[in-house]
């Protein structure tokens, strides 16, 4: 990540030093950040994704530092920089409805069959789970 607002920020977590020079990897969850590198080899480096990419608006889930996992929505486009480089900005959006503490998600890793990400909804209290009960 070359830069990100404040509002990224917050929405993971994060203060900006902390993520400026990482993968954006760090703000997915495992069983998605683990595939990320292979698809962008794949799709950018073998020009199955032209230099005009533009990705329609979809959901998705982020991990939060504390290791929770938010439904948002994520839209990519890529844009030429100054040196005529392509690079990526990414438009996060979150619909704080979702994020309520009635709503529990739990991502589930049909290959391992086991969960590898969960959010803090009050399932978690009732179930008596930590976060870190899942790393």
């Known amino acids: 990540m070359t830069n990100l607002n404040m509002c990224a920020c917050r929405i ?7 993520l400026l020079g990482l993968k954006i990897n760090k703000l997915m969850p495992a069983m ?11 799709n950018l480096l073998e020009n199955k994704i032209n230099s005009n990419f533009d990705l329609n608006e ?4 982020g991990l939060h530092k504390n290791k ?7 839209k990519v486009i890529s844009i030429p920089n100054i040196l005529n480089q392509m690079q990526y900005l990414a438009k996060i959006t979150i619909d704080k409805r979702e994020i309520s503490s009635d709503i529990g998600y739990i991502l589930i890793d049909p290959k391992k069959k086991h969960i590898t990400a969960i959010n803090s909804g ?6 008596n789970f930590s976060l870190y009960d899942f790393d």
């Not at 009050?122 to 179930?127: A, E, I, K, N, S």
């Open 58 to 61: 979809i959901s998705a889930f």
């Open 122 to 127: 009050t399932f978690l209290f009732l179930l």
């Open 12 to 18: 993971f977590g994060y203060v900006k030093k902390e």
């Open 32 to 42: 998605f950040s683990q595939h990320h590198d292979t698809f962008l080899n794949t």
């Open 68 to 74: 929770y996992i938010f439904p948002m929505k994520i």
